[in-house]
């Protein structure tokens, strides 16, 4: 038997059960004690790295429930045991043949369902609302309730209050929101622009509730930019908060000293309108409506559409000749849309080439006109990712490609100043599909139809989740 098996059946003797429980028999097992006519509880609670446990892993609490109430104060636990995980890589103490499945155990957490990539940092969304983040930490990004430059290169499981899960999850410059499970909003990081939407300009370690957006509206939709979010409502409206130094707010104003600290709802995408998703990132804002028409608003918003080369402070449609707009992504200082004959544009900078296009031109440079992205072979993409300086796609034949900035290898590639024309990401044979493309500043994740995730690129923070600081200029498969 196991170490782990070992200090479990020791524990349940102690509380007083024996054995390895799956979630199902942990629930019929909470049987009255005859001698008291209360309950025994047993509960598993995810241990975070630290003090108790190197690499995190679980804390075990037992005990009896003197109130009644499923739950173990601290007056009623007897014992208080944890079963760590082992060093990075390895699958820890326990082992599923020598064990119960660890996933039954609550030792391990279901798949990945959403990964989400900041500035300098990533966080992931489960299949069962819970979340992880790993990477930079500087203003607590990581929501594991502290600060440190340098962040955290293990992989780490953020708390969300009161007991709520996530449904949607997006990852700013420095920050994060979720949807929690009840249609309210929780943010954490960086919050000295009002970017937390909390009302103030604190910044927050853990998850903090932003505050709410009218009487019985829910958030469906969430999207951050470096240092601001916006949302769709649950009655088709939309509302942003943080920073506005840009006109990313779209309230008609620049203002480059203090945020919007609460959610500023947005006349243009009043209740009712026919909004249907809002991309955030960088400085900029884009919304799609049902019928395929695109605005957008923010840093240099309509940089290679037009000759206007100002920022947008309230949402300004997009032409698209005809053909309707099915995505959108805003990358650092670019936009790129998907179209809905599989055809990418994008506009803004074209410095790294991350118009892809096949050359580049100097920040300053004038107006140049959209064009269509040629992927080969007459191929047409499935979806569009902007980064900072850099922009990947899915293609029909699910090839990824990647075009713009590879200082750090983030094209998956030898790293070079720039490519200007889209490249192929090697070393993917034998994955499965790959599902979604998320870009930070200098790094590239996709999740794959298995729920399998690689990452490359910029790893300075450890935002590959790598367990190192190593950059990479090809995939690395993540052990999550």
Not at 9 to 22: E, I, Y
Not at 39 to 45: A, F, Q, R, V
Not at 462 to 473: A, E, K, R, V, W
Request: charged share 15%.
């Amino acid at each position: 038997m196991s170490m782990k098996c070992l200090l479990l059946a020791t524990l349940f003797v102690l509380a007083p059960l024996s054995g390895c429980l799956s979630s199902e028999e942990k629930a019929t097992s909470d049987a009255e004690d005859p001698k008291t006519g209360f309950n025994s509880l047993i509960d598993m609670i995810n241990e975070p790295i630290g003090e108790n446990c190197a690499y995190g892993g679980v804390m075990i609490v037992s005990g009896i429930d003197l109130d009644g109430d499923l739950n173990l104060s601290d007056g009623e636990i007897d014992n208080t045991a944890y079963i760590c995980n082992g060093d990075p890589g390895e699958d820890g103490i326990c082992n599923i043949e020598e064990c119960c499945n660890l996933a039954d155990c609550e030792n391990q957490t279901s798949s990945v369902d959403q990964l989400t990539g900041g500035g300098w940092h990533t966080c992931m969304l489960r299949e069962d609302g819970t979340v992880m983040c790993w990477g930079n930490n500087y203003y607590g990004q990581i929501g594991v309730g502290y600060t440190n430059a340098s962040g955290g290169v293990n992989p780490v499981d953020v708390t969300l209050y009161g007991g709520h899960t996530a449904i949607q999850l997006s990852a700013g410059g420095f920050h994060n929101c979720a949807i929690l499970d009840d249609g309210s909003v929780a943010c954490w990081g960086y919050n000295q622009a009002g970017t937390l939407g909390d009302g103030t300009y604190d910044n927050r370690y853990v998850p903090s509730p932003t505050l709410g957006f009218g009487a019985g509206l829910d958030a469906v939709l969430l999207s951050s930019g470096y240092y601001h979010t916006c949302a769709l409502l649950s009655d088709d409206s939309i509302s942003c908060w943080g920073s506005n130094e840009f006109g990313q707010i779209g309230n008609g104003e620049i203002d480059g000293n203090l945020g919007v600290s609460t959610p500023y709802s947005i006349p243009e995408f009043g209740p009712g309108s026919n909004a249907s998703l809002i991309r955030a990132g960088g400085h900029a804002t884009c919304a799609v409506t049902t019928d395929g028409e695109l605005y957008c608003w923010g840093y240099k918003a309509l940089k290679g559409v037009t000759g206007n080369n100002q920022h947008i402070s309230s949402p300004t449609h997009i032409p698209h000749s005809g053909t309707n707009v099915t995505d959108v992504s805003v990358g650092g200082y670019h936009t790129c849309a998907l179209l809905e004959n599989g055809t990418v544009m994008c506009w803004g900078r074209n410095d790294f080439g991350q118009r892809g296009l096949g050359y580049t031109q100097s920040a300053s440079d004038s107006f140049t006109e959209r064009e269509v992205i040629d992927f080969g072979n007459n191929r047409t993409a499935l979806q569009v990712s902007a980064g900072t300086h850099h922009s990947c796609a899915i293609l029909e034949d699910w090839e990824i490609v990647c075009w713009g900035n590879n200082t750090y290898g983030q094209l998956g590639n030898t790293p070079s100043n720039h490519e200007a024309n889209p490249i192929s990401v090697p070393g993917l044979d034998g994955m499965a599909k790959p599902e979604n493309l998320f870009l930070g500043n200098f790094h590239t994740c996709v999740v794959f139809e298995d729920k399998s995730v690689s990452c490359w690129g910029r790893n300075v923070n450890g935002q590959i989740g790598d367990y190192t600081t190593d950059d990479s200029s090809v995939p690395v498969i993540l052990d999550l």
